[in-house]
Antibody, heavy 126, light 107 residues
């Protein structure tokens, strides 16, 4: 079955850019939507955005000015960049597959998430 | 953004109990409501999608109901492995949003 694994630095300095990669195994990244979700320690879940394998994106407006999600189909990976980070960006970052429906040759996101990666803690600190 | 409010925020129950968790949306979301279970140090796991559809592999003691603004997650007979935090999530519109979570603890 499809498995997802996040990777990237666990410590980022304030004002710098957080960069994470999610590697998809056990299936192709093509024809699906893929998402990033984060969870500050001891708090709830916040959706960051999603990307379609073709490259189209949808971001949370609260983060849109700082977020870039990209996809590399040749590596079966998608990535997150979050710029100008502060301590408030300290969180466990999860990647997840977005459920989809397809009709007439087009697919669209249902916007629930399964499966998820195990998550990676990113701490913003000098 | 659509606000999701869960109640209660925490709940103590015993093995074998029937438990209900409620989720309310700030506007009508039809049946675009999903439930997740999260255990400490683990990623959330999808339990229920589209308000009442059981995700493959999830035990049948879990069920969901509701539409519009009010939804419930019911666990018919609590098992030891069910003690966790539960989140609702609306998929009616982006940005998708989650409830604040309900922590289910052993009494």
């Amino acid at each position: 079955q499809v498995q997802l694994q996040e990777s990237g630095p666990g410590l980022v300095k304030p004002s710098e850019t957080l960069s994470l990669t999610c590697t998809v195994s056990g299936g192709s990244i093509s024809s699906y939507y893929w998402s990033w979700i984060r969870q500050p320690p001891g708090k709830g879940l916040e959706w960051i955005g999603y990307i379609y394998y073709s490259g189209s994106t949808n971001y949370n407006p609260s983060l849109k000015s700082r977020v870039t999600i990209s996809v590399d189909t040749s590596k079966n990976q998608f990535s997150l960049k979050l710029s100008s980070v502060t301590a408030a960006d300290t969180a466990v970052y999860y990647c997840a597959r977005v459920a989809r429906g397809c009709s007439g040759g087009s697919c669209y996101p249902y916007n629930w998430f399964d499966p998820w990666g195990q998550g990676t803690l990113v701490t913003v600190s000098s | 953004d659509i606000q999701m409010t869960q109640s209660p925020s925490s709940l103590s129950a015993s093995v074998g109990d029937r438990v209900t968790i409620t989720c309310r949306a700030s506007q009508s979301i039809s049946s675009y409501l999903n439930w997740y279970q999260q255990k400490p140090g683990k990623a959330p796991k999808l339990l229920i999608y589209a308000a009442s559809s059981l995700q493959s592999g999830v035990p049948s003691r879990f069920s969901g109901s509701g539409s519009g603004t009010d939804f419930t997650l019911t666990i018919s007979s609590l098992q030891p492995e069910d003690f966790a935090t539960y989140y609702c999530q609306q998929s009616y519109s982006t940005p998708v949003t989650f409830g604040q979570g309900t922590r289910l603890e052993i009494k």
